[in-house]
């Protein structure tokens, strides 16, 4: 899969105003730029939906058909934490703790959906009016590595090109098996405390 060969592409940090790569489906799969957040439902708010963890609402019932599904390339993610380590000497309060398949950072994949819209994103001081594509990706029970950071939930992380292809093509009831938690022994805490995690070369 063409997701394999991406594994170089410079890593950052995402977030709704800061669009990173991601992988769709369509006649010819492709790597492109989103932006995180779909419009809410209505009488919802403004605030932009950056995860989906009800997939039986008739809102997302529309997006989690295959041609609207895509791969949110990761090799860690973070979570907020108020309190860390004791061998950790960063400050307590607000503690980003960073999580990947192991200490390398293999190349993983949130389970997204992704829908065109046109309106205003972007930051107060950039907005950005027009035609935007949009992602989000799916939620499920955090596992017991993420549950004592952060118990209401964790992504849906795909790892294997059985699991990527699943989750593109499959029919809807086969797809949305994949909304599991990541068992325990295949997570782990690689950082604390870091705006950025950029692990050091060996």
């Not at 200490?103 to 046109?118: E, H, N, S, Y």
């Not at 849906?156 to 699991?163: A, D, F, G, K, R």
Request: aromatic share 10%.
């Amino acid at each position: 899969m063409a997701l394999h060969l991406t594994r170089t592409w410079p890593v950052s940090e995402t977030w709704p105003s800061k669009p990173p790569l991601i992988y769709r489906p369509l006649a010819e799969r492709e790597l492109l730029q989103m932006r995180w957040g779909f419009p809410p439902p209505p009488k919802v708010g403004n605030h932009p939906v950056t995860n989906v963890r009800n997939v039986s609402s008739p809102f997302w019932r529309a997006w989690l058909k295959p041609q609207y599904r895509c791969l949110v390339p990761l090799t860690s993610f973070s979570e907020y934490a108020d309190k860390i380590s004791e061998n950790s000497d960063a400050k307590p309060r607000k503690t980003p703790i960073w999580f990947a398949l192991n200490k390398d950072r293999p190349l993983a994949a949130f389970a997204g959906i992704w829908r065109p819209w046109k309106g205003v994103r972007g930051t107060k001081a950039d907005p950005v009016e027009g035609e935007h594509l949009l992602y989000s990706f799916l939620t499920t029970e955090p596992n017991s590595v993420v549950k004592p950071i952060h118990p209401k939930a964790m992504p849906v992380i795909l790892t294997t090109p059985e699991e990527f292809e699943t989750w593109l093509t499959a029919p809807i009831e086969e797809a949305l098996k994949l909304q599991r938690p990541l068992p325990d022994d295949a997570l782990q805490i690689v950082a604390e405390g870091h705006k950025s995690d950029q692990p050091q070369a060996a």
